[in-house]
């Protein structure tokens, strides 16, 4: 049966300079693009090249000149502070204008970095299209992290000034970010730390301030005149996002200006069939992608009302809070990550908590950021009696690759899939060897050059490392590092990544950063991290240890020892709570770990002993391991 999907998505991968030209007709442009697709320079291809554009005209002054000034942009609902405050349309433009002025005064202009590292206030959305205003480069990093990973974004993104506040507040504690944020300053390299921060002080807690770099938000917006947007162009990056890569080192996702304008606001209307002035939740963070394009960027493109909550699913104060906030502000489309959804249902199995509040507005649920198990997916639909979406998509891509397109067509929903390629993405399943697979067969996700616009053009300042991260294994497709297969109805389904990455409640982190801080503990001469099945979280980090001969100390302490370090030097994000010292780890003859099969044997799920298993009496020690940090138990 063909749908109108077949249609759209035929004309974007047969003809995308026709189909990406018509979507950026919406656009305000200073200048039109002189060339949709340039691909004179492959790999790197760019979108509307020659093109003058400015994000935050697009987001905000757009909107005013057309007559939605008066309508809300933002609302900031905050359960852990008690506080609501909306912003419309002008008030909001003349909010980000005077912080534009603020980083202009400050020497902040266009091209030159701002690093923004902010807890889940509108300030945070002030300080990126501020940025976006003078053409500024934005990269906010997730307050999760520590000090340690603040550095090594300072490092490489060099920023001028860094924007921050004097802390956030997680569900049962204030953390106060500021000594965070001096410390990475002090770790940082000389040529790299910011010649001023600019620090909202928030009631709750009191910042030090360093004279004659540290300036106060309130005093240095009460002066700063405003700044009006500057032209850039389309092929100008407006942000930096590090996200976490297969060593220590985060990748830096660079994000262009024009073709990020093109695709979100196309998405808005395409994907999750939403209109101006409708009202938009995305409950995630400023620091992660999905904060980026559908906390801030693409609900403003479009002109809807967008909410920025500074809360969790459960505990700000109970599991009614989404319903609550759905009902207070009439939410049309929300987007979470199933991990909230679980949370909520492990606390409210039989949704009590909605009979008390209107939900009648509310039509779509979208969930990403990890794998839609059928149970929470068949719980939102029972519960919500609305239709349940997920979507496939990354950090590098900046919009689902993979969906239900709700405004063009409503596939029904098929357990475990994402759907169909979303269009622009033109998503096929090859084996090692480049060759594509047979229907259904499970091999490597790959996209087919060129991706769509709003997607990476590179890594900030490293055009090799994008390269051999994304192209080289695959020659003429992008590598998504996820491993799947296309059904014979054309849904795509997503299994598992083929690298060290794992997904700790919507969070993407990678195993090798955490074995790179405990193989530096003292009394550990190899180690392993594997990400285990997690009834909440998705998946959560385990930890195992091989020390040193001769180690005598207590290993509850060393444990200790490695958990501390792991929450020190990658963040409490990293929800690394529990290792095992063992005697040795399983490894092929030629010395690779066994992780599938530890894995496997960690979630319960039948395994082979591998044929090249060096030594195979080595598996049941692992199981005694697991079994004493409460998994595995159900083989015993
Ligand atoms: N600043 C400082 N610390 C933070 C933080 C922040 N912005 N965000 C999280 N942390 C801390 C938490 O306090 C927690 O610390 P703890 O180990 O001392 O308890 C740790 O990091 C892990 O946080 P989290 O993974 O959020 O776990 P949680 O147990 O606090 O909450 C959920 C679990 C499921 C409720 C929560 O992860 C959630 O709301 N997820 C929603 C999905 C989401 O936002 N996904 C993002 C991509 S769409
Ligand atoms: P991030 O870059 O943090 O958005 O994480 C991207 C990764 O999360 C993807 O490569 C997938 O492994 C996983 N992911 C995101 N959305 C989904 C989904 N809908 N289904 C399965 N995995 C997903």
Redesign the pocket.
Known sequence: MTTPYDAVFAKSIEDPNAFWAEAAEDCHWYKKWDKVLDDTNKPFYRWFVGGEINTCYNALDLHVDQGRGDQYALIYDSPVTNTVKKYTYRELRDEVAKFAGVLASLDVHKGDRVLIYM??IAEAAIAMLACARIGAVHSVV???FAPNELATRINDAKPKVIVSASC?I??S?V?PYKPLLDEAINMANSDSKPQNCVILQRPMETADMAAGRDLDWNEAVAAATPHDCVPVAATDPLYILYTSGTTGEPKGVVRDNGGHVVALKWSMKNIYNIDAGDVYW????V??V??HSYIIYAPLFKGCTTILFEG????TPDAGVFWRVISDYKVKTM???P??F??IKREDPTAELTKKYDLSNFKTLFL??ERLDPDTLHWAEKHLGIPVIDHWWQTETGWAICANPMGIHHFSVKEGSPTKPAPGWDVQVVDAENQQVKEGEIGALVVKLPLPPGSLPTLWKKDERFISSYLEEFPGYYKTADAGFIDTDGYVFVMSRTDDIIN????RLSTGAMEEVLADHPDVAECAVLGVDDA??GQVPVGFLVLNAGVERDHEEIIKEVIQSV?GRI???A?F?KATVVKRLPKTRSGKILRGTIQKIADNKDYKVPATIDDPAILGEMEDALVGIGYAKARK
């Open positions: 807890p889940m997730f307050g999760g956030g997680e569900v504690r953390i995305a409950a995630s963070d620091g992660w999905v904060g969790k699913p459960v505990g987007f979470t990550a991990t909230a679980r949370a990403a950021g700790v409640a919507g969070h909440l979280k929450r963040g409490p994000v929800s709570k």
